[in-house]
C-alpha cells in the first residue's frame, strides 16, 4: 500500500527511517511569540519543497492560554489535519502532561530541560532543550529575551530532523520583510540549540525530513489573503467592516493590498476601507454603495452575520448587489471564537425575515478564495442581489499551498445596467421603464443608478411592497408577482453558478457510495477516499461550491447506491438543504456531521464510513 | 440658459421638482418641510439627478417620495439611514444627499449611526423631523419628548428628553441649525446653507404631530411652537452661482456689529442678523450653552446654532478618487495581470 495510514501510521512505525510523513504538535502558550517560530518551520518546509500545512488551533486570548500548531509534512501531498501527531514540541507546562499523553507509541516529545519532566513513557523518546543556559549564552538584550525564547525549539527541530540552517534564515528573512537585525537576532537562538543538540545529543527516533521537488511554482498563503486579493482584482471601492476573529486578517490584507489601487494619475485611490461602528453600520455602508453601483463588500463572522440580518433582507428584496465574507467560526451565540465551523449554512442561505434565499459561494481553497473573490462581485452586479461567501477559519487564518492565482478571465460584469443612452432605448423598445420589469424572463430587472442625467432615471428604493415600477404598493395581487419574479432570479442565479462555479465532482470510480461535502473538508475528504479505497470501499466525490444547490447533486444522490453528506457542523446544514431541494426519496442519503471546533481528519471520516459501510 | 417667470434657470417649473403624493395626515409639519425642500432646490436650480434622497423608517421618512421626483431615493433601515448615507456618497463622491429621519429614528434606534455619521464628516444634508412622538405605531413617546409631557394613550413621561442638536455638537458636527417646520423662510435658508456646507449638516426642524401631538402644552406642537420659537437671527444665504460656477458675491450693508458672516468652504456668505439674543454660532461653548439654556427655559432656539470650518470629508481622509466608480474604465479598478503576478512572488 502506498498510502500512509492515518489510523495505522502512528502505531506501526519501527526504527524505519520515515521521512516526509509526519506531523507535529507545537505547544506554546498564547502570546509569547510562537506564531514566528511556527510560520518560519512551515515555510521552511515548503521552501524544501515538501508538501505541507500548518494549523494554529489558538486560543480566544491575549497572552497565557494554552495554544496549539500543528505541522503536517506529507510526501503524499496530504494536508488535512492529523488525528494524531507523531511529534510534540511540550513549551507549555500547563498542558504537557495531556499533550505527552496524547502522543502514539514511538513518539517524539521535545522538552523544556529546566521543567526536570519525569520521563514516565517508555515508549517515546524524550529531549529536552536547556532553554535557560541558551538563553544565557546570547546577548540579547533581557526585553527581546522571552520573545525569542521558542527559537529554541526550532534549532531543536532542525538539527534532530535535518532541516538546513541556511534555509531556516531565509525563512526568517521574509517573515521579518527582510529585516535583518530581527532575523539575526532569532537566528543567534537558533543556531545555538542546533549546535547544542548537534554536540550533545543522540538521535533515537526514525523521523526525517528530505528535500523534494513538489512545492516548486507553489504559493504558501491564507485563504484570507487570498479572498483579499481576489476582491481587490474584483474591483471592490468599499471594504466596511467591524473587526471580529477569524475575518479581521481578510480586511488586514484588504489594507495591505491597498496601494494596487491607487490612480497613478491624480495619486487618488479607487478603494475606500472603512472601519465602522458595527456590523449593522458595515451592513449600511455596503448597500449604500451598492446601490451607486459602486462595489462594496465586508468581511465578519457568525455574530456579525446576526446583526446584518435585517440589511440582507432588504438587500435582497430592493435588489442591491454587494458581497458579504462569513469567516466561520463556532456558534450559537459568541460560541468558540477561534475555532472553525461550517455552521452558518443555513443560516445565510435564508438570512432576513420572510421568504429570503441567498446567494451563496462555498471557497475550499486559496484559489476558490481568490477566485470567487473577484467573481462574487461580478455575480452580485449580474443578481442584482447580495452574494455570500462562507469561508471558515480554518481556510481563512492558516496557511495552505495554493497554485499560484488566475488573473480574472473575463472583464468586470456590471449585470443590467441602463446609463442614459441605455435608458433611452430602453423606454424607445418598451414604452417605459421600471426598476423591477422583468423584460427578458429570467427574474432581473434593469436599473439606473444615482447621478444618471435623464429625466425618467430616478426611481425609489424600498424595504416595503413594491410594483415593477418601483411604486409603493401593498396589492396582494402586486407582492405575488414579486415574489415569483424573486423565484425566477433564483432560478436564473442557480443555472448561472451551476455554469460558473460548478460542483467539484469525481465520479471516476463508478462506485456506489458516494460522498458530498463542501469548503475545507476536501483533505480530509480526498486523503480519506484514499484509505478507503485500499480498504475496498471505493467511493466517488462531489464538493458543491454554491448555493442555490445545483442540479447536478440531484444526478449526484440518484446515481449512488449510498450518499455521505460529510460536513463540520452539528446539524447537518447542507444534509438538509439536499433535503429541502431534493424531491426523490433520500433514505440511502446518511448525514455526517462533526462540528468539533477542529478541521476535520481523514481518521474521522474512515471511521464514519467504515462503521457504515461495515467492511 | 434663458429664464421665464415660471422657470428657474435650469429651465424647471418648481412642479417639477414634486414628488409622489403625500400619504401623512393633512397638516402634518413633514408636508411643510418637503415644500421647503422642493422650494429651495427649485430656486438653487439644482440639477435632481445630482442628488440622492435618503432615509430611515418612520412618517418622516417616507417623505423623499414626496419631493424631487428626478432623484434617486432609497427609503432604508429604521435608524439606519446614516450608514446607506456613508456607502452611497462613498461609491460615487460625485453625488449630493439629502437625508431626513425623525426623532425615533435618529434619536432611539439610530443615535449610534447619527453619531458616527457627523464623526466622519460625510458631506450631506441630515434633516430631522422632529415631533416627539412614534406617529406610524400610534402614538408612543420618543426620545425627545418632554419630561413630563402627558400622552392620551401613554400617560406621562418621565424621562428628560436628548437634544439632538447637542448631541450633534458632542459628536463634532461643523453645520448644527434648529427651526420650526411653520417658519418657511427660516427652513429655505437654512437648506439653502446646508446644502452648500462640506461636511454633515444637521439640521433638527421641530415638526408638529397634528394626530398625536399637537397639544398646545407639547414643546413639539404648532400653538408652542409659535409662541416659544425664538428665532436666534434673520438668515441670508449669498451664494455663487449653485450650477454654473462661482460669480462674485456683493454683500448688503448691514449695520456693524448685528450681522454675523459665516463663510463656506465653496464661496458662499451666510449673513447672520442678530435678533433676540446675542449668539456667535462659530463659538461651540457659546452653542452648547444658549441650547442648554433653553431647554431650563422650556423655549426652543431656531437658526444656525453651531458652525466651523469643515474638516476633512470621509472620502478626503480616505484619499478617494472623485468620481462615480461604476463609470470608471475597468483599468482604474482592477490592477494588471503583471500586478497580481508581482503580488504573488511575495507568497512563493
Known amino acids: 500500500m502506498v498510502i500512509s495510514s492515518p489510523l495505522e501510521s502512528a502505531s506501526s512505525l519501527t526504527q524505519t527511517p520515515i521521512i516526509n510523513d509526519f506531523a507535529f504538535t507545537v505547544a506554546t502558550q498564547n502570546g509569547s511569540g510562537s506564531q514566528t517560530s511556527n510560520n518560519v518551520l512551515v515555510k521552511t518546509l515548503f521552501d524544501m519543497g515538501i508538501p505541507v500545512n500548518g494549523k494554529n488551533l489558538f486560543p480566544s486570548n491575549i497572552k497565557g492560554l494554552p495554544t496549539w500548531y500543528t505541522i503536517r509534512a506529507s510526501k503524499f501531498g496530504y494536508t488535512a489535519r492529523r488525528y494524531q501527531t507523531e511529534i510534540v514540541v511540550a513549551y507549555n507546562p500547563d498542558t504537557a502532561a495531556e499533550d505527552i499523553a496524547k502522543l502514539p507509541e514511538n513518539g517524539v516529545c521535545i522538552l523544556p530541560a529546566d521543567w526536570n519532566w519525569t520521563h514516565s513513557r517508555t515508549d517515546i523518546t524524550y529531549y529536552e532543550v536547556p532553554v535557560k543556559d541558551l538563553m544565557a549564552k546570547t546577548d540579547i538584550p533581557s526585553d527581546f529575551k522571552k520573545r525569542v525564547e521558542n527559537m529554541t525549539y526550532v534549532g531543536a527541530v532542525a538539527q534532530l530532523f535535518s532541516i538546513p540552517l541556511d534555509m531556516i534564515y531565509t525563512a526568517l528573512l521574509a517573515n521579518f520583510n527582510g529585516k535583518a537585525k530581527a532575523a539575526d537576532m532569532n537566528m543567534q537562538v537558533i543556531r545555538l540549540a542546533y549546535e547544542y543538540f548537534e554536540a550533545n545529543v543522540e538521535k533515537r527516533d526514525p523521523y526525517r525530513f528530505e528535500p523534494m521537488d513538489e512545492t516548486r511554482g507553489k504559493i504558501l498563503i491564507t485563504g484570507n489573503e487570498a479572498g483579499a486579493l481576489g476582491s481587490i482584482f474584483g474591483g471592490v471601492n468599499l471594504v466596511a467592516w467591524y473587526p471580529i476573529t477569524p475575518s479581521t486578517s481578510l480586511v488586514d490584507a484588504v489594507i495591505s493590498f491597498k496601494h494596487l489601487r491607487t490612480d497613478p494619475e491624480t495619486g487618488k485611490s479607487t478603494l475606500a476601507v472603512v472601519q465602522a461602528e458595527d456590523e449593522l453600520a458595515a451592513a449600511g455602508m455596503i448597500l449604500g454603495a451598492g446601490w451607486t453601483g459602486a462595489r462594496a463588500m465586508t468581511a465578519t463572522s457568525g455574530p456579525g452575520i446576526s446583526l446584518m440580518s435585517e440589511f440582507s433582507g432588504l438587500a435582497y428584496f430592493a435588489e442591491i448587489p454587494c458581497v458579504i465574507w462569513d469567516i466561520t467560526r463556532m456558534g450559537p451565540s459568541t460560541g468558540l471564537p477561534t475555532r472553525t465551523s461550517q455552521g452558518d449554512l443555513l443560516f445565510i442561505h435564508f438570512l432576513g425575515h420572510g421568504d429570503t434565499r441567498q446567494i451563496v459561494l462555498m471557497p475550499g481553497t486559496c484559489e476558490e478564495a481568490f477566485e470567487f473573490g473577484w467573481r462574487s462581485f461580478d455575480i452580485a452586479d449580474r443578481m442584482q442581489a447580495p452574494v455570500f461567501v462562507a469561508s471558515d477559519l480554518d481556510l481563512g487564518m492558516n496557511n495552505w499551498m495554493a497554485e499560484p492565482f488566475q488573473y480574472p478571465t473575463e472583464p468586470i460584469q456590471r449585470g443590467k445596467v441602463l446609463d442614459e443612452e441605455g435608458l433611452r432605448s430602453f423606454i424607445e423598445q418598451h414604452g417605459k421603464w421600471g426598476r423591477y420589469m422583468d423584460v427578458d424572463g429570467d427574474g432581473v430587472g434593469y436599473r439606473t443608478l444615482p447621478g444618471t442625467d435623464h429625466p425618467m432615471a430616478a426611481y425609489f428604493t424600498r424595504g416595503t411592497g413594491h410594483n415593477p415600477m418601483a411604486t409603493y404598493s401593498e396589492r396582494s395581487d402586486d407582492w405575488i408577482e414579486n415574489m415569483q419574479r424573486l423565484h425566477r432570479k433564483i432560478e436564473t442565479a442557480r443555472a448561472l453558478l451551476e455554469k460558473e462555479i460548478p460542483p467539484v465532482v469525481d465520479v471516476s470510480a463508478g462506485a456506489e457510495v458516494g460522498i458530498i461535502t463542501f469548503g475545507t473538508n476536501e483533505p480530509a475528504i480526498d486523503e480519506a477516499r484514499d484509505y478507503l479505497a485500499s480498504r475496498g470501499i471505493q467511493t466517488d466525490y462531489l464538493r458543491v461550491r454554491a448555493l442555490p444547490l445545483p442540479s447536478a447533486v440531484t444526478e449526484f444522490i440518484q446515481s449512488h447506491q449510498r450518499v455521505y453528506v460529510v460536513e463540520n457542523n452539528f446539524d447537518g446544514q447542507l444534509c438538509q438543504i439536499i433535503s429541502l431541494e431534493h424531491k426523490q426519496s433520500l433514505e440511502h442519503v446518511t448525514s455526517l456531521a462533526l462540528g468539533d471546533g477542529l478541521p476535520m481528519t481523514a481518521h474521522w471520516v474512515v471511521e464514519q464510513i467504515v462503521a457504515r459501510e461495515g467492511k | ?348
Open chain 2, 1 to 348: 440658459m434663458g429664464r421665464t417667470a415660471k422657470t428657474n434657470k435650469i429651465g424647471l417649473t418648481r412642479e417639477e421638482y414634486k414628488g409622489s403624493k403625500s400619504t401623512l395626515c393633512p397638516g402634518c409639519g413633514h408636508d411643510s418641510i418637503s415644500n421647503q425642500i422642493i422650494s429651495t432646490a427649485y430656486e438653487m436650480g439644482i440639477e435632481q439627478h445630482r442628488i440622492v434622497k435618503l432615509s430611515g423608517i418612520g412618517c418622516s421618512s417616507k417623505t423623499p417620495a414626496y419631493f424631487l421626483g428626478r432623484s434617486h431615493g432609497f427609503n432604508s433601515l429604521h435608524g439606519r439611514m446614516p450608514s446607506v448615507a456613508t456607502g452611497a456618497l462613498m461609491g460615487n463622491p460625485e453625488l449630493h444627499a439629502i437625508a431626513v429621519s425623525g426623532d425615533g429614528d435618529t434619536g432611539s434606534i439610530g443615535l449610534g449611526q447619527f453619531k458616527h455619521v457627523i464623526r466622519r464628516n460625510v458631506p450631506f444634508v441630515y434633516v430631522i423631523e422632529n415631533n416627539g412622538v412614534y406617529g406610524l405605531t400610534k402614538g408612543q413617546f420618543s426620545a425627545t419628548a418632554d419630561e413630563g409631557q402627558y400622552l392620551k394613550y401613554y400617560g406621562k413621561n418621565h424621562m428628560p428628553p436628548i437634544d439632538l442638536c447637542l448631541e450633534a455638537i458632542i459628536a463634532g458636527a461643523t453645520f448644527v441649525a434648529r427651526s420650526f417646520s411653520g417658519d418657511a423662510k427660516q427652513v429655505q435658508s437654512l437648506l439653502q446653507a446646508a446644502l452648500r456646507h462640506h461636511g454633515t449638516a444637521v439640521i433638527d426642524i421641530i415638526s408638529p404631530c397634528v394626530t398625536f401631538n399637537n397639544d398646545p402644552s407639547s414643546t413639539k406642537s404648532y400653538p408652542y411652537g409659535k409662541e416659544h420659537q425664538i428665532a436666534l437671527h434673520e438668515i441670508q444665504v449669498l451664494a455663487p452661482d449653485y450650477v454654473e460656477g462661482k460669480e462674485e458675491i456683493t454683500i448688503p450693508e448691514y449695520d456693524e456689529g448685528e450681522v454675523i458672516e459665516v463663510d463656506m468652504h465653496d464661496g458662499t456668505v451666510v449673513m447672520l442678523k442678530r435678533l433676540a439674543q446675542d449668539h456667535d454660532p462659530r463659538n461651540r461653548l457659546q452653542a452648547i450653552s444658549a441650547l442648554e439654556q433653553a431647554q431650563r427655559d422650556n423655549l426652543f432656539i431656531t437658526g444656525l446654532i453651531y458652525y466651523e470650518e469643515p474638516r476633512q470629508t470621509l472620502a478626503e481622509t480616505e484619499n478617494l478618487l472623485h468620481a462615480s466608480f461604476a463609470r470608471l474604465p475597468d483599468r482604474l479598478n482592477r490592477p494588471s495581470e503583471q500586478a497580481l503576478a508581482d503580488v504573488i512572488k511575495n507568497f512563493m
